[in-house]
Antibody, heavy 118, light 107 residues
Framework: EVQLVESGGGLIQPGGSLRLSCAASGFTVSNNYMSWVRQAPGKGLEWVSSIYNTGDTHYADSVKGRFTISRDISNNTLYLQIDSLKVEDTAVYYC????????????WGQGTVVTVSS | DIQMTQSPSSVSASVGDRVTITCRASQGISTWLAWYQQKPGEAPKVLLYSASSLQSGVPSRFSGSGSGTDFTLTISSLQPEDFATYYCQQTNSLPVTFGPGTKVDIK
């Protein structure tokens, strides 16, 4: 089955760090354009970061310098390292795959919740 | 950055109604536009890509049109499972940006 499964979220204090994981099955992460998208409570969708199949990475200005996207070929997993967490980083974090059609995100995980609070 | 706006922000409709949602980009994006449906507690699901191409498995009552800066999503006959929030997304350039969403609820 083709799917994405996120993990690694939790309750963390401001200034802390987390690593989110997104395990893929049914396709190869390194052959695809993969992204992280987040959604703050009651709010809309916000693109966070992407990694191309080439390994090139891109970040939203709001997270640049604090978040790092990466992938592990051996276990077919996408990661998001989140450092220097801020209260405003509180959100559901989704990983997503860009499909072949029109650059749309055709496969999403179920999301993992990150809550930043003291 | 390309800003995306949607109208209306919410719409109340009945089963069987025709619903149209508009999305506008702050600059031209050709047809690099996708539409997503999101239900509470669930991940978004892509409905259309390239402005008007129906994603596999999506019912044909969903359709999209537009190019450049103005786009529409139309649900020809609203079904009970269509009550959700709909987002447009531009993928013309980074950063990828989403519209603020349109909530479709029961009248």
């Amino acid at each position: 089955e083709v799917q994405l499964v996120e993990s690694g979220g939790g309750l963390i204090q401001p200034g802390g760090s987390l690593r989110l994981s997104c395990a893929a099955s049914g396709f190869t992460v390194s052959n695809n354009y993969m992204s992280w998208v987040r959604q703050a409570p009651g709010k809309g969708l916000e693109w966070v970061s992407s990694i191309y199949n080439t390994g090139d990475t891109h970040y939203a200005d709001s997270v640049k310098g604090r978040f790092t996207i990466s992938r592990d070929i051996s276990n077919n997993t996408l990661y998001l390292q989140i450092d220097s967490l801020k209260v405003e980083d509180t959100a559901v974090y989704y990983c997503a795959r860009r499909g072949d059609g029109g650059r749309a995100f055709d496969l999403w995980g179920q999301g993992t919740v990150v809550t930043v609070s003291s | 950055d390309i800003q995306m706006t949607q109208s209306p922000s919410s719409v109340s409709a009945s089963v069987g109604d025709r619903v149209t949602i508009t999305c506008r980009a702050s600059q031209g994006i050709s047809t690099w536009l996708a539409w997503y449906q999101q239900k509470p507690g669930e991940a978004p699901k892509v409905l259309l890509y390239s402005a008007s191409s129906l994603q596999s498995g999506v019912p044909s009552r969903f359709s999209g049109s537009g190019s450049g800066t103005d786009f529409t999503l139309t649900i020809s006959s609203l079904q009970p499972e269509d009550f959700a929030t709909y987002y447009c997304q531009q993928t013309n350039s980074l950063p990828v940006t989403f519209g603020p969403g349109t909530k479709v609820d029961i009248k």
